[in-house]
Nanobody, 123 residues
Framework: QVRLVESGGGLVQPGGSLRLSCTASGFDLSLWAIGWFRRTPENEREGISRITSGGSAYYADSVKGRFTISRDNAKSTVYLEMKSLKPGDTAVYYC?????????????????WGPGTQVTVPS
């Protein structure tokens, strides 16, 4: 069964850091691009980062310079290191597997989704 599960969310003060993990099972993670997305309390969904099977990373402007995506195929896990967190980063964070080669950061390019993990940065 193809599955993704996020972990590592929580409550963090402004300026703090968190590392999210996206652990895959049921497929060979090394063959797939993985994206990170978030849904804000205002119900806005945003693609924030993507890493290809070859390790090429993309970041949305809203997180560039603060977030770092990486992957450890041996552990079937993709990470999202988040630093300098702001109240505007409060959201449920999801990871998802691309549908195929050439995936952008558009949610429509992604199939299997994890259940999400909550990140809260109080104002």
């Amino acid at each position: 069964q193809v599955r993704l599960v996020e972990s590592g969310g929580g409550l963090v003060q402004p300026g703090g850091s968190l590392r999210l993990s996206c652990t895959a099972s049921g497929f060979d993670l090394s063959l797939w691009a993985i994206g990170w997305f978030r849904r804000t309390p205002e119900n806005e969904r945003e693609g924030i980062s993507r890493i290809t099977s070859g390790g090429s990373a993309y970041y949305a402007d809203s997180v560039k310079g603060r977030f770092t995506i990486s992957r450890d195929n041996a552990k079937s896990t993709v990470y999202l290191e988040m630093k300098s967190l702001k109240p505007g980063d409060t959201a449920v964070y999801y990871c998802a597997r691309s549908k195929g080669v050439g995936a952008t950061i558009a949610p429509a390019d992604y199939g299997c989704w994890g259940p999400g993990t909550q990140v809260t940065v109080p104002s």
